[in-house]
């Protein structure tokens, strides 16, 4: 997941309200029960020591959420009496709304319900043309259309010389407008960085389009089984979309597994426990963090400074450093303050095959590191 949207989180010092706000539930009394956890969230925010300013905006802001129709729910990033950051997550807290008031703004809950959230285009295919539609688990908007030649397009069962000139013309209008198509969709995806290309149609014409993208596109199609008019399709591109993300949460956890190794020069680039990872994002040598939901070390109290790169196991530590004002924190939080500030990607390895293992990574938190 790239943090760079964090970017306003770390431009204030804290305190930070971070509010998870639950929409996933859509009844006839949504607009009274979303009124109740504005107040239950700013009662719970003012009970840990929120000032009354933030507290209020935080419940104004999910006031205005009563008659939201986003399916899964909002988090909330605010400090003296503003909201900073509010994104749509993907996924719904688990266990309902919730809100902390800390140091930090509690930003690791994200690599999971809003982090890999593959996003696609979906192209929808005929021999004229096609619709193109960009997903993720959020939105789902127009992207574009293409038209090829509309004439011809139908063959005939004639076998007459003339009707066999015909279906060449039919074979030929077919094959440009194929090419059409995937020229279009190569485009659309570089101006959407879509993740996945989801192609819809009959099976004539979608290899048609296959076979004509660009080689560097090939691993990331995937020929839909169902129709546009099918009530199917929307469950199989959710499928595409969470096999995907599994994938590539396989593939940052076999890299850091094989990380764990030394290389030809020695090197080991996989650091995991909180010791190791301080010091690496003290010396900004944190090249991707891996970060195990239900990990005991998440929660780990470390130390830290104003600045990204002062933490710190222990507060004497800080005090050695340089840093004389120093506080508490979560240890994935201060983490993902560095990570931020050093353009590290982080990922949640909880879909990932190997998550079952207790000890990848040891203690919930990893990374991969980077040499100069």
């Not at 925010?45 to 507290?55: F, I, K, M, P, V």
């Not at 005929?126 to 992207?143: H, N």
């Not at 691993?219 to 499928?239: I, N, P, Q, T, W």
């Amino acid at each position: 997941m790239d943090l760079a949207f964090l970017h306003p989180l770390y431009e204030h010092p804290g305190p930070w309200a971070s509010v998870y706000v639950d929409l996933s539930v859509h009844a006839e009394d949504t607009a009274r029960q979303r009124h109740l956890t504005a107040e239950a969230m700013a009662r719970d925010l003012r009970d840990q020591g929120a000032d009354e300013a933030t507290c209020d905006a935080v419940r104004e802001a999910i006031e205005e959420l009563r008659h939201s129709s986003e399916p899964y729910g909002r988090a909330l990033f605010a400090r003296a009496g503003e909201i900073v950051l509010d994104p749509s997550l993907a996924r719904a807290p688990q266990g309902g709304s919730w809100a902390a008031w800390a140091p930090l703004p509690r930003t690791s809950p994200l690599l999971d319900l809003e982090g890999e959230d593959a996003v696609c285009v979906v192209a929808y295919i005929d021999r004229k043309g096609a619709d193109f539609e960009l997903r993720s688990a959020v939105t789902r908007e127009d992207a574009g259309s293409v038209a090829g030649r509309q004439w011809p397009v139908h063959r005939t069962s004639s076998s007459d010389w003339s009707e066999r000139h015909f279906q060449l013309r039919v074979e030929n209008t077919w094959e440009h407008n194929a090419a059409e198509i995937a020229d279009a969709l190569a485009v659309c995806e570089e101006e959407t960085r879509a993740d996945l290309l989801i192609l819809v149609g009959e099976e004539r014409e979608r290899h048609a389009v296959r076979d004509r993208l660009p080689q560097r596109l090939h691993d990331r199609v995937v020929e839909a089984s169902h129709g546009a008019g099918s009530r199917l399709l929307d469950a199989e591109v959710e499928k595409v979309r969470a096999e995907h993300e599994r994938a590539r949460a396989d593939a940052e956890l076999e890299r850091f597994l094989a990380g764990r190794a030394p290389d030809s020069e020695g090197r080991v680039i996989a650091a995991e426990g909180v010791p190791a990872l301080v010091e690496a994002a003290r010396e900004h040598r944190i090249d991707e963090l891996l970060i195990r939901p239900d990990g005991p070390d998440n929660h780990r109290e470390v130390w830290i400074g104003a600045d990204p790169d002062q933490l710190a196991v222990r507060r004497t530590d800080l005090k050695v450093l340089g840093e004389q004002n120093s506080w508490p924190a979560r240890a994935d939080d201060a983490l993902i303050r560095s990570a931020v500030a050093t353009a590290a990607p982080a990922v949640s390895v909880a879909t990932a095959s190997g998550a079952q293992r207790e000890d990848v990574p040891v203690g919930g938190l990893g990374a991969l590191l980077r040499w100069s």
